[in-house]
């Protein structure tokens, strides 16, 4: 953090010449994604270009706080300052379409913070590289998504509360990440301070609050969270695309199960699907399968969907038949591996 200042004057032209101009605004339910974590999933520009997202994260940045030095891991997209000159054309893309844009910050990287001046800082640097439209990337926000040690809860709360002062000077949002038990080890104190615009609840890799092949548990876990977030807040629901992750949820059931259900709930904002690359794995893709189902003036179910076949009730053998059939799908996914 001490070179703030050298590099805030290194590479103040060149982010003047980058500057976004366009400001996204959360106004309808949509599909947010999370990109830069496979270098076979495309580019940002493309994934904009897809028409299935409204909200897209670079993830992530990893390492910050405690005096390190920040970095970011984009796998195989870019490294280093060249991110800034490849990706700012294609943000600036992305928002021109009227999808939103954010950093995911934290997913199993050194990110601690160690103190409330430590949390400033970041902040400070988050603003000045990342959400500024006059020498930042011009981003529209920033996604929590904190897996570290156990100790990680403090100063999670200063952070948000830090980057929110921010608001002032433009329109950001703020999405906290944390598992679906409640209360998050990681983030609890941080979403209730009202500061965070969106609470996206994983709903995976847990056997807890997942799908198991009935809905009970999942859509239990989703209703204590509506009526746990802060009243201005709204909900996100994050899934995997990924077979191989426990609690995957073919796209099939999410339509007719679950977006049905969670549709209702005034707080609902979307869906927040792990990853772009496992999300293009299926043909057509996951989002693409879902997005008819995502807005809340939908129709409990669809006719006009021809390929969507009835599910089974989920107390029949032929439940588990038709679920391992939703992986029959995937293009190049491997059962054994």
């Not at 949390?119 to 988050?126: G, H, I, P």
């Not at 002062?165 to 990440?177: P, Q, R, S």
């Not at 996100?236 to 695309?241: P, R």
């Not at 699907?273 to 293009?280: A, I, K, L, S």
Request: proline share 5%; aromatic share 14%; net charge negative.
């Amino acid at each position: 953090m001490a070179s703030l200042k050298q590099a805030l004057t290194l590479f103040f032209p060149f982010f003047l010449t980058f500057s976004s101009t366009v400001n996204s605004q959360i106004e309808e339910a949509g599909i947010h994604v999370y990109w830069g974590q496979n270098v076979s999933e495309g580019t940002l520009q493309e994934t904009c270009q897809s028409g299935s997202y409204k909200y897209v994260s670079l993830t992530s940045l990893t390492q910050f706080g405690c005096n390190t030095t920040p970095s970011w891991d984009f796998d195989g997209h870019c490294s280093g300052w060249e991110c800034f000159a490849e990706l700012a054309p294609e943000i600036k893309y992305c928002q021109s379409k009227n999808v939103s844009v954010f950093l995911s910050i934290g997913g199993m990287g050194n990110d601690s913070l160690c103190s409330p001046e430590d949390a400033k800082e970041v902040a400070n640097y988050l603003w000045h590289f990342f959400l500024s439209d006059q020498f930042g990337l011009g981003l529209d926000g920033v996604v929590f998504d904190v897996e570290g040690d156990t100790t990680s809860n403090l100063y999670w709360d200063d952070l948000v509360r830090d980057l929110s002062a921010f608001k002032e000077k433009k329109k950001l949002y703020f999405i906290a990440v944390p598992g679906c038990v409640i209360p998050d080890e990681h983030l609890d104190e941080a979403i209730n301070t009202g500061c965070f615009d969106i609470v996206a609840p994983k709903f995976y890799n847990n056997s807890v609050c997942q799908f198991d092949g009935s809905t009970d548990k999942l859509l239990s876990s989703w209703d204590n969270w509506t009526s746990y977030v802060p009243s201005n807040a709204s909900l996100f629901m994050t899934i995997t695309t990924n077979p191989s992750d426990s609690g995957y949820i073919c796209p099939t059931i999410l339509s007719q199960r679950v977006l049905p259900y969670i549709r209702e709930t005034d707080k609902y904002a979307g869906i927040s699907v792990w990853n772009r690359y496992w999300d293009m794995q299926l043909v057509p893709s996951y989002s693409d399968q879902i997005l008819p189902y995502i807005q809340k003036d939908v129709l409990r179910f669809i006719t006009e969907i021809q390929h969507v076949a009835p599910f089974p009730p989920e107390s029949s053998p032929a439940a588990a038949c038709w679920l391992a059939s939703c992986y029959d799908s995937y293009q190049s996914y491997v059962l054994s591996e």
